[in-house]
């Protein structure tokens, strides 16, 4: 099920900008249903596609919900958002290195937490991105109605720090605790649908 999602979803990749994640986001949706208002869940670096999804098309946004989600500031980034020295680290070593972090990177960040047939499985799966989703700036986002964050406490890529951040930036009306890593959606997906049917019956209250 998971995996027929990620494949239709096709984010750009390349050398697009960040709004052109945005973009084909809004695309995908309206291919489902034109002009429908928009639920967004977005996780870790979907939080600054998410932050410029509401800037260009923030009229349509209903609801967000963040999961373990960077959620810049208007004019900062998915690095800008991160804590020193990360912060100044990230951007030079995008530009050397590009964005698929080594094997034994993901498997200890990503797949913290995780069985070791699922591990393998997001160290073979996993596709490097444009550098721009993690250093285009964000326009200025119109927040919808219903806000709401999904923290994760032993997550090792986005530290909780930056996830309360982000919680903030969003003004998330209601955050909650998940003691899972960076991906609960594999690790406690319960809390995931529990999160979501939250957001959606405030949605339609």
């Known amino acids: 099920m998971l995996d027929e999602v990620v494949e239709r979803l096709e984010p750009p990749r390349g050398r697009a900008p960040l709004s052109a994640y945005a973009t084909a986001a809004l695309e995908q ?32 946004v209903v609801g967000v919900l963040g999961v373990c989600a960077v959620i810049p500031r208007p004019g900062r980034s998915f690095a800008a958002t991160m804590p020193l020295p990360a ?87 209601h955050v909650t605790e998940v003691t899972t890593g960076h991906l609960p959606l594999l690790e406690d997906p319960d809390a995931v649908l529990r999160e979501l049917q939250e957001l959606l019956d405030h949605v339609g209250d």
């Open 29 to 60: 949706a309206d291919q489902q249903a034109r002009a429908k208002p928009l639920v967004v869940v977005a996780h870790s670096a979907g939080g600054a596609v998410a932050a410029q999804l509401m800037a260009q098309a923030g009229d349509r």
């Open 87 to 173: 912060r100044a680290l990230l951007p030079v070593m995008l530009r050397l290195a590009g964005t698929r972090p080594p094997d034994g990177a993901i498997r200890k960040g990503l797949g913290a937490g995780l069985p070791e047939d699922v591990v393998r499985g997001l160290v073979e799966d996993y596709a490097a991105e444009s550098r721009a989703l993690f250093l285009g700036r964000t326009g200025a986002p119109v927040l919808p109605p219903v806000r709401r964050y999904l923290l994760a406490t032993r997550d090792r890529e986005v530290p909780p720090a930056v996830q309360r951040r982000s919680a903030a930036t969003l003004q998330a009306q």
